[in-house]
């Protein structure tokens, strides 16, 4: 299961966060996932519950935030939300864009029980 692979990685990175920051006890972590990203939000939240209490306690709570795809035409320079994976851009009716949000799964915040927050986009 490959979010299993990917919920191990960020409990690790967030093990190593807290130690780094001077340790306490995480309660909740919040998580940016993109549509684009391969991550089957049911499976990864499945994942991380099941997880989540090896690394930390029952009360580690996960906040899973869903990313729209959004692109950049790169020939006239409209960003759009990408629908039904329709990748033509629709100002201009064009097919070359760049994804710019939305492919990514991405660590926002750590909150710890000593009133520490750990914020910031670490991937």
């Known amino acids: 299961m490959h979010e299993r ?19 306490g006890v995480v309660k909740e972590i919040q998580v940016q996932v993109g549509d684009l990203s391969g991550v089957e939000p049911l499976l990864f939240e499945s994942a991380f519950t099941e997880l989540a ?3 930390f306690s029952q009360e580690c709570r996960l906040v899973l935030d869903i990313v729209p795809v959004k692109a950049e035409c790169r020939l006239c320079g ?9 990748f033509l851009c629709p100002a201009c009716g064009t097919g070359p864009v760049e994804v710019i949000q ?13 009133e520490n927050s750990v914020s910031g986009a670490k991937s």
């Open 5 to 23: 692979s990917l919920v191990q990685t960020l409990l690790n990175q967030v093990e190593q966060i807290v130690a780094d920051d001077g340790g």
């Open 53 to 55: 209490r090896e690394w």
């Open 78 to 86: 409209h960003c759009f939300e990408v629908q039904n994976y329709e």
């Open 102 to 114: 939305g492919d990514q799964v991405k660590l926002m915040s750590i909150t710890v029980d000593s």
